[in-house]
Structure formats: structure tokens, C-alpha cells
């Protein structure tokens, strides 16, 4: 059984910084693809990030210069720093695992929880 476990999170003013962490379990190949995803009611779940098996990274323009992404391999986490948060970025966040890579595209097979991200301004 493979296991998406979210933590970090929460409520900041606009400007601050949050990382985010997904640690990943139970997978039975030795690499893959994280992808983090943000959504808000009513919209469509929207890709911001990728670290692909090569740990190349992809990011949304909407996020592009203000987050990043990686990966500790050892840990089985990635990570999702965000800095310069904007009242826009409040949505609930999630990650996404998968051994094929599909860019910022929501195919994935393994998700995590969510987490709520809240920018007030």
C-alpha cells in the first residue's frame, strides 16, 4: 500500500514563507515523480510543481521564482517552499506521486491528504 503523508501548512500573512512536506511510503519502485497540486472551491485542481525522477523541476507561472521544490531521496519526502506568499496562493495543497512523469497534469496515481494553505493580506 503506498502512502502520501502531507504535513506543514497553516495561516500566514501575505509575504511569509511555508514549507510544505510529502513523505512517501510503501512504493515498490526506488524512483518517481512528485508533483504538488493547489485547489480552491469550485476550480479545477491546478499543477504548480514537478521534480521528475531526474530531479528536474517544472513550476506553474503562477508560482515560478516564489516556490520550490525537491526531493530527499534518503527520506522518501519532497518539499515545497514557499516564499512571498500572496493572498491568491490560499487553496488546499496537495502532492503527488507516480513512476510516470505528467508534468503539471493531475494523472497521477498516488495523492496525498491536502493541507490548507491561508494568505491573509
Known amino acids: 500500500q503506498v502512502y502520501l503523508v502531507q504535513s506543514g501548512g497553516g495561516s500566514v500573512q501575505a509575504g511569509e514563507s511555508l514549507t510544505l512536506s510529502c513523505t512517501v511510503s510503501?512504493?515498490?519502485?526506488?524512483?518517481?515523480?512528485v508533483a504538488w497540486f493547489r485547489q480552491t472551491p469550485g476550480k479545477e485542481r491546478e499543477g504548480i510543481a514537478l521534480?521528475?525522477?531526474?530531479?528536474?523541476?517544472t513550476y506553474a507561472d503562477s508560482v515560478k521564482g516564489r516556490f520550490t521544490i525537491s526531493k530527499d531521496n534518503a527520506k522518501h519526502t519532497s518539499y515545497l517552499r514557499m516564499n512571498s506568499l500572496k493572498p491568491e496562493d490560499t487553496a488546499m495543497y496537495y502532492c503527488a506521486a507516480d513512476v510516470f512523469d505528467y508534468k503539471l497534469t493531475p494523472r497521477y496515481k498516488f495523492w496525498g491528504q491536502g493541507t490548507q494553505v491561508t494568505v491573509s493580506s
Open positions: 510503501g512504493y515498490p519502485y526506488p524512483t518517481y515523480s
Open positions: 521534480i521528475d525522477n531526474d530531479g528536474d523541476v
